[in-house]
């Protein structure tokens, strides 16, 4: 009985400490910057190859459906719509990824103020969230204008440039 128990014990010490080293390569890789960038870039070559397309499958919609119409507003209009959307998406997702950051170093800046002011710590802890239900509204209500403002100048542009383009041809 003693043995088998001696047996069990080195794959599970094994297990942890092959656990703990993967875990460790993880946090030594994840803590470089050149891996953020790397993910950063990553992430926007995916968004803009899936807007590309999604670009490209609106206008071939587009082209398809001016014939359909006597007048070319209505599908312009609906095609202008979407490529506002889509751009203001987009646009909401890359201040996402700059905003992060700069909220968190926000957020720890005035939380380590408040500690070297000496607030106690249940005092600290209900301003942390106070400051962080703040600093997320904030930065929400920024993202969503600033998502709306792309949305509706690309929608402009876009309507434009296609109904000048049907006019034109």
């Known amino acids: ?78 095609a202008s719509v979407l490529l506002g959307g889509v751009f203001g998406l987009i646009s909401m997702a890359a201040a996402v990824a700059v905003a992060v950051p700069a909220t968190m170093v926000t957020w720890i800046t005035v939380v380590v103020l408040l500690a070297f002011f000496g607030k106690p710590k249940r005092t600290l802890v209900a301003e942390g969230k106070k400051i962080t239900r703040e600093i997320a509204g904030s930065v929400l209500k920024t993202l969503l204008t600033e998502g709306n403002v792309v949305a509706v100048v690309c929608a402009v542009l876009g309507y434009y440039v296609l109904v000048r383009n049907n006019n034109g041809e």
């Open 1 to 78: 009985m003693d043995q088998q128990q001696h047996e069990e014990q080195p794959p599970t010490s094994a297990t942890s400490s092959s656990s703990s080293s993967s875990y460790t390569l993880f946090l030594k890789i994840m803590s470089k910057r050149k891996t953020w960038v790397f993910l950063f870039v990553l992430v926007y070559a995916i968004l803009l190859d899936s807007s590309w397309n999604f670009l490209k499958s609106i206008l071939s919609w587009y082209h398809q459906n001016q014939a359909r119409y006597q007048s070319p507003g209505w599908p312009a209009l609906y």
